[in-house]
């Protein structure tokens, strides 16, 4: 591994765990959808993660390249569907698919984690419902559904907050400061 390549995984964490939780901020009806979200899910959520995603191809991290690059592309095709980009009409169903794709893409990266400390497994496994459960919500077009994400992502974001903190704490004293 090469020293002066520094470690991506707080870059990615923060960046995920802060759009996700943003974004579910929204879910449960505490603002509405504005460019806010759009511009942070685009701009650190999708491009902040996939530079993260490509440092750890660098540092031949398998898990954190594949994590943080295919975690950026979703922030930023996400953004590019919810803003109509290609002006074309999106269907709830195939929304719903989309999200429950990506749930099986984070069920497979959960374990992943299996062997990683408890931390990071937390964030994945509420990642996977997170997933699934806004996908029965979209697929249903039920906004009572949609909250329950809400709730699940705010945790989901959080998790992943804490643990970017954390690997930020512990590279810069040397020691695990808080435990992860």
């Not at 990615?12 to 974004?23: A, E, K, P, R």
């Not at 901020?25 to 491009?47: E, K, R, S």
């Not at 299996?114 to 931390?119: D, E, P, R």
Request: proline share 3%.
């Amino acid at each position: 591994m090469d020293s002066l390549t520094a470690n991506p995984t707080a870059l990615g964490l923060f960046s995920f765990g802060m759009t996700t939780l943003l974004l579910n901020l929204h879910n449960i009806g505490l603002f509405g959808f504005d460019l806010t979200i759009m511009a942070m899910g685009l701009c650190f959520g999708g491009v902040a993660q996939v530079i993260a995603g490509i440092m750890d191809f660098k540092r031949n991290s398998m898990f954190g390249a594949t994590a943080f690059t295919a975690f950026g592309f979703f922030w930023i095709s996400l953004i590019m569907i919810k803003i109509g980009v290609f002006e074309t009409p999106v269907e709830d169903a195939a929304l719903g698919a989309y999200l429950a794709i990506w749930g099986i893409m984070a069920f497979i990266m959960l374990l992943g984690t299996l062997k990683a400390g408890w931390s990071l497994k937390l964030v994945f496994i509420t990642v996977v419902p997170l997933f699934f459960v806004l996908a029965a919500g979209t697929i249903l077009g039920n906004p009572d559904i949609v909250k329950v994400a809400g709730v699940i992502g705010i945790i989901c974001g959080s998790l992943a907050i804490y643990t970017a903190g954390g690997e930020i704490l512990k590279e810069q004293y040397g020691k695990e400061i808080v435990p992860l």
